[in-house]
């Protein structure tokens, strides 16, 4: 009996904790991870943006699909100002659930080469991004790439590239 107590005895002694400068320095590099990284991962500026370009995206896939679909009509896309995009189909009245507004503070802005890409561009019958003049004229892929850029607490963009694969980031 004696033995066992001094082997428990021993052990008891070689377990050992953290000491105070370990515990200081782990609460101090915590404390720098929850300052820089805290506000980008918890803030609501960078999250709502990020809701609003997997919306974007979203809304783009569904009105190229529709063009692709319907060979006919000419006149699939959306139409587009600094705070607001909206689905345009041939027309037809749409739903406000399909409209994205932009969160406060933010706008968005059209870096294309096609004439009046900032208020509106159109999806041909293979995909790629036109002119909203696109219904009376048919216009053909190759001709420009569109991105759309949300500015605000992070920037983010959308970009339609000319031959129509639509992706998250910069058309550059």
């Known amino acids: 009996m004696g033995f066992a107590s001094t082997k428990q005895r021993q052990i008891v002694n070689n377990q050992q904790g953290f000491t105070l400068v370990e515990l200081i320095i782990v609460i101090v590099l915590v404390g ?39 060979v006919v009509n000419r006149c699939y896309g959306v139409n587009l100002s600094s705070t607001v995009v909206t689905p345009f189909d041939c027309g037809q009245a749409i739903e406000n659930t399909r409209v994205i507004t932009l969160p406060e503070a933010n706008n968005l802005t059209v870096v294309s080469t ?24 048919a216009e053909n892929c190759g001709q ?3 991105e759309l850029q949300i500015n605000g607490a992070n920037a983010r963009s959308v970009c339609v590239q000319s031959q129509g694969y639509i992706r998250v980031g910069n058309c550059s």
């Open 144 to 146: 420009s790439s569109v």
């Open 32 to 70: 720098i991870l929850a300052v820089t990284a805290g506000p980008r991962i918890f803030g609501s500026g960078g999250v709502d943006q990020v809701v609003t370009e997997r919306q974007l995206l979203s809304l783009l896939r569904l009105q190229q699909q529709q063009a692709m679909q319907d």
């Open 114 to 137: 096609l004439p009046s890409a900032s208020t509106g561009f159109r999806f041909n019958a293979l995909g790629c991004p036109v002119s909203t003049n696109h219904a009376t004229t």
